[in-house]
């Protein structure tokens, strides 16, 4: 290991080659991605999960949401499909790029945070049941509340597809 550490670090679209070790059998290598794809890796792996979960409509509504710098915040009990979902509106929305704050895990006594005047991308890792019992709705009212365990995955979603579209073509 402090061979690798040694090491320089490696360049964009650059071929990292590791040093033949005494328990390998030969060298290792790794080819470092351009710049530009670099930027969508994450992406080629959240996505697909992602995918499988939204129907189009709600994926469109959601990433319509964030053009127009809403208030989104998702809520799951599984981490890993709360972050891969905020990475993928994130690179969605390219060539835009989000300005404001983004929460993967917002803990419970920061929950203020959702009152901001801001725009927020924010990851709540929690299920319905605790949305409803912490009436979390009546608290923070602007916010737009998606589900990412429940098959309605947007809360009140007529509601926020009138005001979404509204904005989006008016």
């Known amino acids: 290991l402090s061979n690798i550490h040694k090491m320089p670090l490696p360049c964009f679209n650059s071929l990292l080659v590791f040093p033949n070790f005494d328990d390998l059998s030969g060298m290792l290598t790794f080819q470092i991605p351009d710049e530009q794809e670099s930027s969508?890796?994450?992406?080629?792996w959240t996505s697909v999960v992602v995918f499988?979960?939204?129907k189009p409509e709600e994926f469109l509504m959601i990433?319509?949401?964030?053009l127009l710098e809403k208030?989104?915040?998702?809520f799951t009990r599984n981490l890993n499909l709360l972050t891969s979902t905020i990475l993928t509106f994130l690179h969605s929305m390219r060539p835009f790029l989000w300005a404001f704050p983004v929460i993967m895990n917002l803990p419970r006594e920061l929950f203020e945070m959702m009152s901001s005047?801001?725009?927020?991308?924010?990851?709540?890792?929690?299920d319905f049941e605790f949305f409803k019992s912490e009436k979390i709705e009546e608290l923070f009212s602007d916010c737009i509340?998606?589900?990412?365990?429940?098959?309605?995955?947007?809360?009140?979603?007529?509601?926020?597809?009138?005001?979404?579209?509204?904005?989006?073509y008016h």
């Open 117 to 126: 005047p801001l725009p927020l991308l924010i990851g709540v890792n929690k």
């Open 71 to 74: 208030k989104i915040v998702f």
């Open 40 to 44: 969508f890796l994450e992406v080629e």
């Open 52 to 54: 499988k979960i939204f």
């Open 145 to 168: 509340f998606i589900f990412l365990d429940e098959e309605n995955k947007i809360h009140d979603f007529k509601n926020v597809e009138i005001d979404v579209l509204s904005q989006f």
């Open 63 to 66: 990433l319509l949401s964030i």
